[in-house]
């Protein structure tokens, strides 16, 4: 099996209201140092191991795991045990 | 008339439409998502909810269901579809209509009832004359829409605004008047072509006088009357 890590994030430009949210909280915790925060999606998959596997996983970040139209991702090989 | 009105696993607005077409006078009926056959349907409504429980984004796994390919394809030569609420977020999501729904700028859940704008466009299914005030209520937690510049631009050439958000004497707030903060103050937008139409407020909540108005009835008549005029 290979097993992948997805970081999903918003596009540059969209407005990422948890992300503006933590910012304004850490602000008011007296983190002066926080320049900017944006919070995204964190997943996991595992899938059966093939010359095509990664090509199919960035297939379903294009279909469903991601909106194309907001976000951007990243795709991480991951060997580490879940 | 026939409207069909998909359920998804998670509307829970399906009754409330189907209660408002026939009040107004038009047969409408249940379709399941798993099904592949709306023939027999004159306009097709995707209702609002939370289906497949909003994961990965709202609209994100609905529109895969296989209900969706036979509404595309029924979009597609010209049938009327409109989408209210979660519905509007899952033809975003199918590129029935650009752009796409973002989490309410404050964060919050919103529930109230608010004033919108019809903009002259060429949605098929309202027809009010541009600047008419409508009182109807939204309720949502991700109807911050939100498209690029280019997008924007091309689908205000074209006509595909339908509905904004305003203040109560119909202007806009320079700090927008959008409650979950929609690029410009953005509540409804169509396709091209004007068949299909995606908006957040629930128009179908404000059809029956005995439950607080009856601004939403428009939504629903005008499409009605496009279609029997066409039949004749």
């Excluded at chain 2, 998909?6 to 107004?24: K, T, W, Y």
């Excluded at chain 2, 036979?70 to 999501?93: H, M, S, T």
């Excluded at chain 2, 060429?122 to 600047?131: F, I, K, T, V, Y």
Aim: charged letters at 20%.
């Amino acid at each position: 099996m290979a097993r992948y890590e997805i970081f999903v994030t918003y596009k540059k430009g969209i407005f990422d209201p948890p992300g503006a949210t933590a910012e304004r909280a850490l602000a008011n915790l007296g983190y002066d140092e926080v320049g900017s925060v944006k919070i995204g999606k964190y997943i996991q998959i595992e899938v059966a191991d093939g010359p095509n596997a990664l090509m199919r996983v960035r297939e379903m970040c294009d279909k469903l795991l991601a909106n194309p139209v907001i976000e951007d991702y990243r795709i991480q090989s991951d060997e580490k045990d879940w | 008339m026939k409207f069909g009105v998909v359920i998804f696993p998670g509307s829970n607005c399906e009754q409330d439409v189907i209660h408002a077409v026939r009040l107004l006078g038009h047969e409408a009926s249940f379709v399941w998502h798993g099904d592949t056959d709306i023939s027999g349907f004159d306009a097709m409504v995707l209702p609002g909810g939370f289906s497949y429980g909003d994961y990965i984004r709202t609209g994100a796994v609905a529109r895969f269901s296989p209900v969706m390919a036979e509404v595309a394809r029924f979009a597609e030569k010209g049938g009327p579809v409109i989408g209210i609420c979660n519905g509007f977020q899952i033809l975003c999501e199918a590129h029935l209509l650009p752009g796409a729904l973002l989490r309410n700028q404050g964060l919050k859940f919103l529930c109230e009832t608010v004033t919108l704008r019809v903009e002259a466009s060429a949605c098929q299914w309202l027809d009010l004359p541009e600047g008419t005030l409508v009182r109807v209520p939204i309720n949502h937690n991700e109807g911050n829409y939100i498209c690029d510049a280019e997008t924007l631009a091309h689908m205000e050439a074209k006509g595909q605004i339908v509905l904004r958000y305003c203040e109560a004497d119909g202007s806009r707030s320079a700090s927008g008047s959008a409650p979950n903060g929609a690029l410009d103050d953005i509540a409804g937008i169509c396709n091209e072509a004007g068949n299909v139409f995606g908006l957040m407020p629930h128009p179908e909540r404000v059809c029956d006088p005995a439950v607080g108005g009856t601004d939403g009835q428009a939504f629903f008549t005008a499409i009605a009357r496009r279609l029997s005029e066409v039949a004749s």
